[in-house]
Nanobody, 126 residues
Framework: QVQLVESGGGLVQTGGSLRLSCAAS????????MGWFRQAPGKEREFVAG???????YYAESVKGRFTISRDNAKNTVYLQMNSLKPADTAVYYC????????????????????WGQGTQVTVSS
């Protein structure tokens, strides 16, 4: 069983920055692909960024060049650095883990992930 706990959300003005963190339990964190998703009111959950066990990174087109995903396996933590934030980035952000060992690709759809955090709210004011 893996537990994921997100932190770092909050209220920020347009153009500002936030860094989200996701702390994972368990000793096999380094095996997992990790993803960040977000869900705005009335919308489906969407892929934002993902990182493979080898630290290959993938991004949604809407956040490329503004968001950066990274991982620290020694701390069992994955990060999402968000810069140049826009009101359209307002959503609840979720961390997710794909526990299939050493997958070569990062899934970009929610049903491919086994474990989810509780979410953290990000609000960008105009």
């Amino acid at each position: 069983q893996v537990q994921l706990v997100e932190s770092g959300g909050g209220l920020v003005q347009t153009g500002g920055s936030l860094r989200l963190s996701c702390a994972a339990s368990g000793r096999t964190f380094s095996w997992y692909a990790m993803g960040w998703f977000r869900q705005a009111p009335g919308k489906e959950r969407e892929f934002v960024a993902g990182i493979s066990w080898r630290s290959s990174t993938y991004y949604a087109e809407s956040v490329k060049g503004r968001f950066t995903i990274s991982r620290d396996n020694a701390k069992n933590t994955v990060y999402l650095q968000m810069n140049s934030l826009k009101p359209a980035d307002t959503a609840v952000y979720y961390c997710a883990a794909d526990s299939r060992k050493y997958r070569p690709v990062v899934p970009t759809v929610p049903h491919e992930y086994d474990y989810w955090g509780q979410g953290t709210q990000v609000t960008v004011s105009s």
